[in-house]
């Protein structure tokens, strides 16, 4: 697979798609763009060919979830971001392309965000911009259909998972 043409056809498609019709920013004061060097995004395997130039307000490192015996590498910003590069996991949050213990793929509220989105705290997905939504489904079908990034939405699942009962009751999950 050639990433950067995979990711570049993925970031065309989430570039205009946003969960509420009005800057959802509103609700929260940007919450989920203050800038903390600790809170970030995971980058998706092999997104990181889309900063081969890392831009001033990013920066990657790698992280404690590992992926294929390998850290995998985390992209944190400073608050200001150019929002034609932001990373895959931002373009779809609140949503996470959920792969349950069967092998299906379901598209939740990522239950890592409960404590910083309202909207993954208070709202359904069907509650969200359909078009949002309709995309969010729709690049993960076709990233499910590769070996890797299925097996890496697999194993992040489990991890979300093992986070939810840790932090919150199981049946707020699914």
């Not at 395997?45 to 889309?50: A, F, L, R, S, Y």
């Not at 699942?157 to 999950?173: A, G, N, Q, V």
Request: overall charge neutral; proline content about 5%; glycine content about 6%.
């Amino acid at each position: 697979m050639n990433f950067k043409e995979f990711y570049s056809e993925i970031y065309r498609l989430t570039e205009k798609v946003t969960p509420l019709s009005v800057d959802c920013g509103l609700l929260c004061n940007g919450s989920c763009c203050k800038g903390d060097e600790d809170a970030g995004m995971y980058l998706f395997p092999g997104e990181k060919i889309m900063y081969q130039n890392i831009p001033d307000w990013a920066k990657i490192k790698k992280c404690g979830f590992t992926f294929g015996g390998e850290k995998i590498d985390f992209l944190s910003c400073t608050g200001s971001c150019d929002r034609t590069l932001r990373p895959l996991a931002c373009r779809i949050f609140p949503l996470f392309p959920y792969i349950d213990i069967s092998g299906n793929l379901k598209i939740i509220m990522d239950p890592r965000g409960k404590g910083l989105c309202p909207l993954a705290a208070t709202q359904e997905v069907s509650e969200l911009d359909k078009k949002f939504v309709n995309t969010v489904r729709y690049i993960s079908k076709i990233m499910v259909k590769n070996s890797v990034l299925y097996s890496y939405l697999f194993e992040l699942s489990r991890f979300t998972e093992y986070y939810t009962d840790f932090l919150f009751k199981k049946e707020d999950l699914i």
